[in-house]
Structures are given as C-alpha cells and as structure tokens.
C-alpha cells in the first residue's frame, strides 16, 4: 500500500488564491520531505526541502514567499503555493526517505494543480 | 552544478525487441535511481544503485552503474506493451536525498 499520501489529488483554483497541499507519510515518521514541481511533459524539478522543525531549504529560482512549507509534525509537511497564478498550474510531488531503510524514498501519487 | 541526462527522450518500439536508455550525469554520485511514470501518475521505484558495478534486474528491465564513467544504462529485453510509460533516472546530489532527475524518456512499445 502506499507510505506517502497527498492531499488533495487535484485542484482548480482561481487566480490569486492560496492552496495548501499535504504530504502524509503514513507509517513511518519523515523528518525531511521534499517537494518537487513537474511541469506537462517535463522531468521533476526539486523545488525545496522540508525539515521538520526548522525552516525549509528552497532550491535556487524558487520563491519562498509564494511556496510555503511548514513541517509541523514527523509525518506531515505542507506546501502552500499563495497568490497562485496559471503559471504556477503543475504537477506536485512530495516524497520521504524512510529511516531505517537506507537510499529508499517514496513518492505520493502528486496533486495536480489547474489555476485559471 | 549537477547535470543529468538521458538519451534517447523519445523511444518506440515493437513488441519483442531488445533496447538501452542511458543516463549521463555529470559530477561523482553514489546513489543512482531509476523511476518509472505512467501518464497522469506518480513516480514508481525501480531500482537503486549504490556502487561501481552495481548490476539489478527485475523481469525484462536490467539496470547497471559505472560510476566510472559516470553512466548509468537501463536495458530492455524482449519489450512487451505494459512497459510503456515514461523513465527517469535521477542521482543524489548530496546523499541527502535531494535527487537531480534526467529528462526523462518516453516509451512506447508497438504491438
């Protein structure tokens, strides 16, 4: 069964409206998640790392302003894409390297963002 | 800046017939990755790869990693309709899990 879950799966939002995202492990506990940004037809981009406790690591190019990430618990971490613009319209993936179970992350199944 | 790429990006094939994706990345890493994606869904883990040599195998797909020549290969054998889907490859920057993806290649094998 799946260890990563996200929510929602999908989205329509209008322009300027805040989303939230979740990303759940589900039974194992994640200090660090990461989120990337999948554009149609294009690779994965990482967009940035979610450190339980402490700030989120952005990656170059990426604005923390407008994706914000809290990583309020061992098994949860959101993502926040504020002021969403059609540009900002993907596919989000998040994923967690499980403890215990060296080099192996799971990916959740993505929630795939439409702003119009 | 790390670098990964893949060739080819587009692939069609007929059922039955043999074929190699290949991975190039650019800086030293000892975790390489193999995924596959089916349209419209998330990412599958197909194989890891850990050190110089490293050959895995799971049914038609066989993966290997020169760390050498900093290439990894995904070979496909006697391909059949259900492998179409999409593959990346990515490495860990840091082992830290922060994973570089490669372009990804397109799949598509013909009955």
């Known amino acids: 069964g799946a260890v990563v879950s996200q929510h929602p799966s999908w989205v329509i939002c209008k322009s300027g409206t805040s989303v939230k995202i979740e990303c759940r492990s589900l039974d194992f506990q994640a200090t660090t998640m990461f989120w990337y940004r999948q554009f149609p037809k294009q690779s994965l981009m990482l967009m940035a790392t979610?450190?339980?406790?402490?700030?989120?690591?952005?990656e170059q190019g990426v604005e923390k302003d407008k994706f914000l990430i809290n990583h309020a618990s061992l098994t949860l971490s959101t993502l926040t894409v504020t002021s969403a613009h059609p540009e900002d319209s993907s596919f989000y993936i998040c994923s967690a390297p499980r403890s215990g179970v060296p080099d192996t992350q799971y990916f959740g199944p993505g929630t795939r963002l439409t702003v119009l | 800046e790390l670098k990964v790429e893949q060739n080819p990006l587009f692939l069609s094939m007929q059922e039955g017939k043999n074929y190699t994706i290949y991975c190039n990345y650019s800086?030293?890493?000892?975790?390489l990755y193999w995924y596959r994606q089916d349209p419209g869904k998330s990412l599958e883990s197909l194989f890891v790869l850990l050190s110089n040599g490293a050959v895995k195998q799971e049914g038609r797909l066989m993966a290997s990693l020169d760390t050498k020549a900093r290439l990894s290969t995904l070979h496909i054998t006697a391909a059949v309709h259900d492998l179409s889907a999409t593959y990346f490859c990515a490495v860990d920057r840091t082992s830290g899990s922060r994973l570089t993806f490669g372009e990804g290649t397109q799949l598509t094998v013909n009955p």
């Open positions: 979610s450190n339980e406790g402490s700030k989120a690591t952005y």
């Open positions: 800086t030293t890493s000892d975790r």
